[in-house]
């Protein structure tokens, strides 16, 4: 085990650099400000490394790595901005950092570097899960987790080698729709230690053949940080892994491979496929209900039940499931309350469907779609001034933006207020209000401080 000190201005990002670390078993902990950092290395802490952003919001990265390396704590350096050789070399030959790597970057590498330069052996990767199919429906308890059908693989593929997923039979089904959708395991037997900080009461040791039950790391209230910016912080650290949204009893667990959502998950019944598909009117109530009859007696899932039925083809049918992650995900985009948890990724089942759906447009289009006039007027005040991000999680090659979206991007350049630009836009009010919150959730926008810190005079160097 390695203590190990996060210098990252992303609250979210170090949470999730954080968590990640703890789950390899070290002990990690986080600091937002250069200033911080300094203060962490008073007489007496003892570090066995650190990881640093080189663009902090007081005072330069490169300060702090020379505070480290005073105290003889090796350093991996980190930056959005400051790319290539130059400052490569920079910051490992005169700095003294040990590596160094550009965002975005790959996190379980970064991890594994800050590892080896604390001198602890990397944790070692995670064996392939046994599979088990009978495994008990007390492991779901009181929650009732539905898995979001994915995009089935065609049986001759043989390029999808990853390690098969367990799967747990749904313990509340709606009635005559049992077999509408598998259930992941979660660790819900550690749920009082997750969310109370409290002490589980001690499982019994899995027998042979189960697989070990993953760790929830707790990260976090929505009231300190937002759904649109956890996703951002996956986007950015090309992480696979899981994140938990939770507002009172409603649960969501969403699924990242390389940075991408791949699928998500709802305790809510009616955010099912089968349901999902009546909303859109793909089929009617009754239909589903010959549907649901069909798959139990089937053994299908509720996806392939309407493909051999001939509701839907196997394209319909991938697009109606981005649809359904989308809707699922824009629905917690207006919580303002709840928790938040990080968890390590579990290999995907091979007879799930691979979803990938890029997480800057579905925040830009679910802001849209949920936030209302009154609320976006709250937020986007109209004295607000909005600059360019110096390192935006996205490029914006990447997003999708219309004409007159990226216009007022382009207007955005922190010598206009928010209503300068509603006055250049051609766009609806609501619209513009949308691009302009969209971005700054994005981190492609921020509002500066009226005094300019430091973090904004630096243009060149470290």
């Known amino acids: 085990m390695a203590r190990l000190l996060i210098v990252e201005d992303n609250h979210e990002l170090a949470s999730l650099i954080v968590s990640t670390a703890q789950s390899r078993g070290h002990d990690a902990r986080a600091v937002y400000t250069g200033e911080a950092a300094l203060e962490a290395l008073s007489p007496g802490s003892k570090w066995d490394a650190a990881l640093v952003d080189l663009l902090l919001p007081d005072i330069r990265g490169s300060e702090v790595l020379g505070a480290l390396r005073a105290h003889g704590i090796p350093a991996i350096a980190v930056s959005g901005v400051y790319k290539g050789d130059r400052f490569a070399q920079e910051a490992v030959q005169v700095h003294g950092a040990r590596a160094f ?69 749904d313990s509340a089904p709606l009635p005559g729709l049992e077999h509408e959708e598998a259930a992941l395991p979660l660790p819900f037997a550690h749920r009082e230690k997750v969310w109370s900080g409290a002490e589980p009461t001690p499982s019994p040791a899995p027998a042979k053949g189960k697989r070990a039950l993953p760790e929830w790391s707790l990260a976090g209230n929505l009231r300190d940080t937002s759904v649109a910016r956890l996703l951002n912080a996956y986007y950015e650290s090309r992480h696979h892994g899981e994140l938990k949204l939770q507002q009172g009893s409603i649960l969501k667990v969403v699924y990242f491979e390389s940075g991408h959502i791949v699928y998500a998950a709802s305790n809510l019944a009616n955010e099912r496929f089968g349901r999902f598909c009546v909303r859109r009117g793909v089929l009617t109530e009754e239909r589903l209900a010959d549907i649901a009859a069909f798959a139990k007696s089937e053994g299908l899932r509720t996806g392939e039940a309407m493909i051999r039925r001939g509701v839907l083809d196997a394209e319909r049918r991938k697009q109606l499931l981005e649809e359904q992650v989308r809707e699922l995900l824009w629905s917690t985009f207006t919580w303002t309350d709840g928790a938040y948890g990080f968890s390590a990724m579990r290999p995907r089942r091979t007879d799930l469907v691979k979803l990938s759906v890029f997480p800057g447009n579905l925040i830009l289009e679910g802001i849209e779609k949920t936030e209302t006039l009154v609320a976006l007027r709250q937020h986007m005040g109209h004295g607000r001034r909005l600059f360019p991000t110096a390192d935006p999680p996205y490029g914006l090659h990447e997003l999708k933006l219309q004409g007159p979206q990226a216009l007022l991007l382009a207007y955005a350049d922190g010598s206009k207020t928010v209503e300068d630009l509603l006055a250049l836009t051609d766009v609806s009010e609501r619209q513009a209000l949308a691009t302009l919150r969209g971005l700054e959730l994005l981190g492609v926008l921020e509002e500066r401080p009226e005094t300019p810190s430091r973090r904004h005079r630096i243009s060149f160097g470290l």
């Open 101 to 169: 790597y550009e965002k975005p970057f790959e996190l379980i590498q970064v991890l594994e570097a800050l590892e080896q330069a604390g001198g602890v052996a990397p944790a070692p990767r995670a064996a392939p899960p046994v599979e088990d199919d009978d495994a008990p429906d007390a492991l779901l308890d009181d929650v009732d987790l539905i898995v979001l059908e994915e995009l089935m693989p065609d049986p001759e593929d043989s390029s999808d080698t990853a390690a098969p997923m367990q799967a747990i039979p």
